[in-house]
Nanobody
Framework: EVQLQASGGGLVQPGGSLRLSCAASGFTLDDYVISWFRQAPGKEREGVSCMYRGARWTTYADSVKGRGTISRDNAQNTVYLQINSLEPEDTAVYYC?????????????????WGQGTLVTVSS
């Protein structure tokens, strides 16, 4: 069964850091474009970061540029997103998604698989 499992969310104080994980089963993540998205209450889902196949290229939304790092562990078939200097505006449900074809974009279109989401709350 093809599945993406996102985890690592929680309650974090402003200024803190968090590392989210996206574990894949049923397919090899390194063969796919992997992205992280987030959806804050009352807002549309937005792209946060993307990693191209083979980790050859990455991109970040302006909202996390300089604070976020996307990485991949092929042995674990897992992709990570670390965000530092967290702000209340980072509060959202974070989703990972994978697509076999196409370029690395932060658009929601074209993704074949989605994880179930993990909630990040940034609050004091």
């Amino acid at each position: 069964e093809v599945q993406l499992q996102a985890s690592g969310g929680g309650l974090v104080q402003p200024g803190g850091s968090l590392r989210l994980s996206c574990a894949a089963s049923g397919f090899t993540l390194d063969d796919y474009v992997i992205s992280w998205f987030r959806q804050a209450p009352g807002k549309e889902r937005e792209g946060v970061s993307c990693m191209y196949r083979g980790a050859r290229w990455t991109t970040y939304a302006d909202s996390v540029k300089g604070r976020g790092t996307i990485s991949r562990d092929n042995a674990q078939n897992t992709v990570y997103l670390q965000i530092n200097s967290l702000e209340p505006e980072d509060t959202a449900v974070y989703y990972c998604a994978a697509k076999m074809s196409g370029w690395c974009t932060l658009s929601r279109k074209g993704y074949d698989f989605w994880g179930q989401g993990t909630l990040v709350t940034v609050s004091s």
